[in-house]
């Protein structure tokens, strides 16, 4: 069974950068499409990005000048970094892994990270 | 960006109730819908995909059909553990977008 957990700071000052990492367990990282998810608290979901096993990416407009996901094949781990942020990117954020027709099979546990100083 | 809007945003029904939840698309995403369901402090689960598709576990009171732009969720009778939110999502194109969610409620 696979499984993804998100990993990184809880608190995040506006300006810097958000970092996260989600560790994959119970299957390889290649194949399939690792992606990012939010929610703002008491909000719907907003589709961040993903990374191909390859290191293609694709990222949602509204945050492309941002945003960085990457995969590290060696560690089974992909990650996210999302620049410059401010009160609006607080959420939970997921990490999923989602097929080449776009669903999403498997999600993490969801971290929030809020952005304060 | 494609706009999915679902209605209504919130319902309350009873146990044993069928309950219908609608999923429109500002375009035509042929059948890349999906639906999610979400229980408080809990990440989404798939419930249904390419329309419908019912994902392993998921029992057979929920199904998906439509096409095109208009799509729906449908629980034949309604179990204690689906007071959930739901939502759609279309994979059609990204950016991959979902709706607003509907909250399943007790009545």
Partial sequence: ?117 | DIQMTQSPSSLSASVGDRVTITCRAGQSISSYLNWYQQKPGKAPKLLIYITSTLQSGVPSRFSGSGSGTDFTLTISSLQPEDFATYYCQQSYSTPYTFGQGTKLEIK
């Avoid at chain 1, 608290?41 to 945050?63: A, D, H, K, R």
């Avoid at chain 1, 094949?73 to 892994?97: E, G, H, I, W």
């Fill in chain 1, 1 to 117: 069974q696979v499984q993804l957990q998100e990993s990184g700071p809880g608190l995040v000052k506006p300006s810097e950068t958000l970092s996260l990492i989600c560790t994959v367990s119970g299957g390889s990282i290649s194949t399939y499409y690792w992606s990012w998810i939010r929610q703002p608290p008491g909000q719907g979901l907003e589709w961040i990005g993903y990374v191909y096993y390859s290191g293609s990416t694709n990222y949602n407009p509204s945050l492309k000048s941002r945003v960085t996901i990457s995969v590290d094949m060696s560690k089974n781990q992909f990650s996210l970094k999302l620049s410059s942020v401010t009160a609006a990117d607080t959420a939970v954020y997921y990490c999923a892994r989602a097929g080449s027709s776009g669903y999403v099979h498997y999600w993490g546990q969801g971290t929030l990270v809020t952005v304060s100083s």
